[in-house]
């Protein structure tokens, strides 16, 4: 009976540690998730009237390994709209009618384009001219609003 009761609990505890391995081997990573929205029309503040709405667009969001201004071919000088991106993609996932996206990544910095026709979109700087950067910390899911806002007047 003694040996049962050991062999349970030797089964139970080499249990316990394959499935906190696992835990902490494949549930830790992060990633990013939000929200993609379209912004259109004169969006100028005026007394006694309200912006619209965000208005959810279902989209591709394609993720970029991080990428600076210098490391894309531009459609206009000076736009938004770039018609090469020369770094690596990481993933593209779709978003839902109600805009909203999830999307598993290791660790890192990203960049983060949208497509209106067949040019990459994106009108977030940062300092550094990195454009639309993202981090993704390990186990956690950074949250983002992804504006299409290239029909928008401000």
Known sequence: MMGKKLGLSLLAFLMLTVLSSYTSIFCKKGGIK????LVKG???PSPGQMLPPKKPLQTTLYIYELTNVNQVTRAE???PFYTAINTK???QVNSDTKGEFKVKLPPGQYSLF???DDRFYANL???KNNIAPVTVAKGKYTEVEVRADYDAVY
């Open 125 to 127: 700087f940062d300092e």
């Open 114 to 116: 949208i497509k209106k």
């Open 77 to 79: 000088a000076h736009a």
């Open 42 to 44: 004169n969006q100028m």
């Open 34 to 37: 939000g929200l993609i929205y």
């Open 89 to 91: 993609l990481i993933k």
